[in-house]
């Protein structure tokens, strides 16, 4: 990672030294360092080099020996934002998110972004808990959020906060109250239940070894019946406290006249049971304790493997906190800036949004010209050029220069807003899809239990009452054994765990099922196909330069810039880029700067046209996924340079092999038709369509479901949530919005396109694995069943048929492991 | 064989602590992270350039500091 002053003096042109900080490229000619451990370190910003010495300055720099990913770069802090940060000290505020503990000790829950290895944690624990009147702070390393207590006389909530932030992390204090707190809950809860089923069903199984034993040696009586009391007070709380959810959800199917996969658990585990204590109670008879334990365990552990990946999946409020900014400057008729909360925005409100500041709410700009970057919003790729009158769209980024805007809409009638809406009634109507598997399941179901009142009838007629009932639980227990339960779920967390090893992580249960059956496969464009920034792709240099200094010079020019095309140029211009005097942006047509005497720019033809003396030509080979950029100075034009928003690695592979696997695959983007057309064309992608709002794509992916397709949907932004939500089975990018990780029933947190065919062969293999152990439970079953009706299984023989079964399926669902 | 009435609900009971405990590790937030402490447990904490311990390793010199 170091660089010596040697190598670096062997090759001074153009060598690639990445920043000990954050691991990107450090543009030659700059000077910033970090002493470190004793050694200078190359810096690519300032904002790294004030962080690095943060680090050290606080004792912590064995961070940079501990950690295992890069840092993320650095920004700038502003002292607006520092100032913007006291506004949570304020009590009106904090109301919100801070809980007084007593008289002095506050609390508060973050949510910490910038976290990317375990060190990250060791970093902010330390550095944060040393901050005087700290009196707790913990970061939790699964869900990036923390939390801080603090002593109110000592230090202020603003002080921690930017404390985090000279360390090089951001830090939003949230609400915990809502979504987290309920899935706490709920986690507890779940936890709890299988705590008294797992240590319930190993006491009960240790006692049942001493009765099957026994029954097979001949015992004492009085032991028996104190083994089988004992085993009763063990059972009763895993009957009713851990297996509860399965009685509430059977109810609840009873309730709406369906027979779910709940129904006849809770009946075996009601049914067993009751006739358990029955014949404990008389001291006759068979006990079922074991059974009906080990059946609440097994089942209790799918559920929570199942729920403890729904709740990684993000949330939706804390994309929102995320999306919108917390404060706002508000200017009042005199020119006046306050800092105020974005909720206190009122329309009519004049508004100031700098460069690189997220735009609060609705409205229009008033004054000033910069572009806008609404990729997350509409999948556009390149930013917007707007001025005075233009819309502008709340969790839009201003890039260029200073807008100042007028509020138009706040809260519920932002676009932003609607788009959450949409979402919110397209994940209300996923279940009434799910409810198919269910419909399946309900036929088994009914017939399972026609056949047990088929059997008791028969032997009650032709026997007596206790003979017929004894018979039916022996048929209930046996055809409902572990095999059936577990024939999915241990399929599903087997494949689920192999396909989180190989970066893709599964967040719904019946996500895999689903995959394997889809039959249609719907792109989106920008950030999901595309890396969602251009690129350079081609330079072509008219005079006698070289394409890499012209590519030096339009960096040099483009130097600090956060347009997306200056840092296009930048990436690709890498080190050795000169210094400029007098430089100056005009905002949409591109900048100019003086080097050794000469006036250049670079930019929109027009305007690098308007210092030539002679006009510059039009490109007229034009094609539409590309921008061209212009770099000159008074004596004429430089060079071109071609951007375009790249296509990731493997696509064009990715969609032919999905092709060869029977899918019909489509690109639906709210990007320009043309260039998307252009995309589709590369890829081989029959049907594409362009300029599609988020309520369009929804349309789209209904009338295909109406067509009878099982649609999978991949995409990455907030306009693709609703889209994601609506279709039978959602896939997000890594590094996509969380509003749309918290919608998708996977996420491809590798970013690798190939993961999706991975993803799809896994699905189907999943499914056949599902099938085999279906058709060996459903085998056994039907063997099982005819010889307990006929009341010829005796307890051991149905214990050692029923493990062997379950052990068989587990067996076979671990296959699954090795990919 | 009657130790059994004996030994049998001494088991029970130790299932008994065995619950309290798991669910006492649950509200404490034990389960909370369970990447975290992992990683936690092999991060120095003892520094002496940590400023915190600066005053009780004061004679002990960095090594590359």
Redesign the interface.
Same mark, same amino acid.
């Given at each position: 990672m170091s660089m010596t002053a040697e190598s670096r003096a062997s090759d001074a042109t153009r060598i690639d030294i990445s920043c000990f900080h954050c691991g990107l490229p450090v543009v030659t000619g700059t000077t910033y360092t970090a002493v470190i #451990? $004793?050694q200078q370190q190359p810096m690519c910003c300032h904002g790294c080099a004030a962080v690095a010495e943060a680090i050290v300055a606080? $004792? &912590?720099?064995?961070f940079y020996q501990?950690r295992t990913a890069p840092s993320r770069r650095a920004e700038d802090l502003i002292p607006e934002q520092l100032r913007g940060l006291e506004l949570y000290d304020r009590g009106d505020l904090q109301q919100s998110f801070v809980r007084q503990e007593d008289e002095h000790v506050r609390e508060a829950a973050l949510i910490l972004e910038g976290i990317v290895c %375990?060190?990250c944690?060791?970093l902010n624990e330390?550095h944060v808990n %040393?901050l005087p009147g700290v009196l707790e702070f913990r970061? #939790?390393?699964?869900?990036h959020r923390a939390r801080v207590r603090w002593d109110e006389r000592q230090t202020k909530l603003s002080t921690i906060l930017a404390a985090i932030a000279a360390i090089g992390y951001i830090a939003h204090p949230f609400d915990p109250s809502r979504q987290e707190s309920l899935q706490?809950r709920e986690?507890?809860v779940a &936890?709890?239940r299988l705590?008294?089923a797992g &240590?319930g069903s190993m006491?009960v199984m240790m006692l049942a070894v001493g009765l099957y034993v026994g029954e097979a040696q001949g015992m004492?009586e009085w032991?028996r019946q104190?083994?089988r009391w004992?085993s009763l007070? &063990?059972a009763a709380p895993v009957v009713a406290y851990a297996a509860q959810p399965f009685f509430t959800a059977a109810t609840r199917d009873l309730r709406r006249h369906q027979l779910g996969m709940d129904v006849p658990v809770a009946l075996a585990v009601l049914a067993a049971f009751a006739a358990s204590v029955w014949h404990t109670w008389r001291g006759d008879g068979e006990v079922y304790y074991d059974s009906v334990t080990m059946f609440v365990f097994f089942l209790l552990t799918g559920r929570f493997l199942e729920m403890a990946a729904r709740h990684r999946a993000g949330q939706i409020s804390e994309a929102l906190v995320r999306m919108l900014p917390a404060t706002a400057i508000r200017l009042d008729a005199g020119g006046t800036e306050t800092v105020v909360p974005s909720a206190e925005l009122a329309p009519g409100d004049r508004v100031l949004v700098r460069p690189g500041d997220t735009i609060p709410a609705d409205g229009r700009v008033e004054e000033g010209a910069s572009s806008v970057d609404e990729s997350l919003l509409t999948g556009e790729s390149l930013p917007l050029p707007r001025q005075a009158g233009d819309a502008l769209i709340g969790g839009s980024v201003n890039i260029e220069s200073p807008l100042v805007m007028c509020i138009d809409k706040v809260g519920a009638e932002t676009v932003l807003s609607a788009i959450v809406r949409l979402l919110d009634r397209a994940q209300g109507e996923k279940p009434r899809l799910a409810l198919l598997t269910d419909r399946i399941a309900a036929h088994f179901v009914a017939a399972l239990l026609l056949v047990s009142v088929l059997v008791f009838l028969a032997w009650w007629y032709w026997a007596n009452f206790d003979t017929a009932f004894r018979i039916t639980l022996a048929v209930l227990v046996v055809t409902c054994p572990c095999a059936l339960s577990l024939a999915t779920p241990t399929a599903m967390v087997a494949a689920t765990g192999a396909l989180t090893r190989q970066g893709i992580l599964t967040t719904r249960g019946h996500a895999l099922e689903t995959l394997a059956q889809v039959t249609h496969i719907i792109f989106d464009k920008t950030g999901t196909l595309s890396y969602g920034r251009p690129q350079v792709v081609a330079v072509e240099a008219v005079a006698d330069l070289e394409p890499r200094q012209c590519l030096a010079l339009a960096a040099a020019l483009e130097r600090g810039s956060e347009h997306p095309v200056g840092r296009a140029l930048m990436a690709a211009a890498g080190a050795g880029v000169p210094l400029v005097s007098e430089w100056r942006n005009t905002p949409g047509s591109g900048v100019e700067g003086w080097l050794d005497g000469r006036c250049y720019r670079v930019g929109r033809p027009t305007f690098v046209a308007a210092l030539c003396p002679e006009a510059i030509a039009l490109r007229d080979d034009l094609d539409a996924a590309s921008t061209w950029v212009a770099l000159g100075d008074e004596r004429g034009l430089l060079a071109w340079f071609q951007l375009s928003d790249a296509l990731r690695p493997g696509a064009a592979d990715m969609v032919a092999a999905l092709q060869a696997r029977g899918l019909q695959v489509e690109l639906l983007s709210g990007d320009r038709p043309e260039v998307v057309a252009h995309v589709a064309a590369e890829l081989a992608i029959p049907t594409a369509m362009g300029g599609l709002s988020p309520q369009d794509k929804l349309e789209r992916v209904r009338v295909l479901q109406q067509q009878g397709a099982v649609v999978a949907m991949v995409g990455d932004g907030v306009n693709d949530a609703p889209v994601l939500a609506a279709a039978q089975i959602s896939l997000a990018m890594g590094s996509g919005t969380q509003l749309a990780h918290a919608t998708a029933d996977m996420i491809l947190l590798s970013e690798r396109l190939e993961q999706v065919v991975r993803g799809v062969d896994m699905a189907r293999r999943t499914l056949v694995i599902m099938r085999e152990n279906f058709a060996w439970a459903i085998g056994y079953n039907l063997i099982a069943l005819p010889l307990a009706a006929g009341g010829w299984l005796t307890p051991w023989m149905s214990a050692i048929g029923m493990s062997f079964s379950s052990l068989l399926v587990v067996v076979n669902a671990l296959r699954l492991r090795q990919s | +064989?009657r130790i059994?009435?004996l030994l @049998?609900p001494m088991?029970?009971g130790v299932?008994g602590v065995?619950?309290w405990g798991? @669910?006492w590790a649950? *509200?404490s937030g034990q389960?909370? !992270?369970?990447?975290?402490p992992a990683? *936690?447990i092999? +991060? !120095? !904490?003892d !520094?002496p *350039? @940590?400023? *915190?311990y600066?005053d009780r390793a004061d004679d002990d010199k960095p090594l590359?500091?």
């Open positions: #451990n $004793g606080a $004792g &912590l720099s064995d501990h %375990a060190a944690v060791w330390h %040393a970061v #939790n390393y699964s869900t706490k986690r507890a &936890l709890r705590a008294v &240590l006491q004492e032991i104190f083994l004992i007070v &063990l | +064989m059994l009435y @049998i088991a029970l299932v065995a619950l798991f @669910i649950v *509200r389960f909370d !992270d369970l990447e975290g990683h *936690r092999l +991060m !120095d !904490d !520094d *350039r @940590i400023p *915190r600066r590359n500091g």
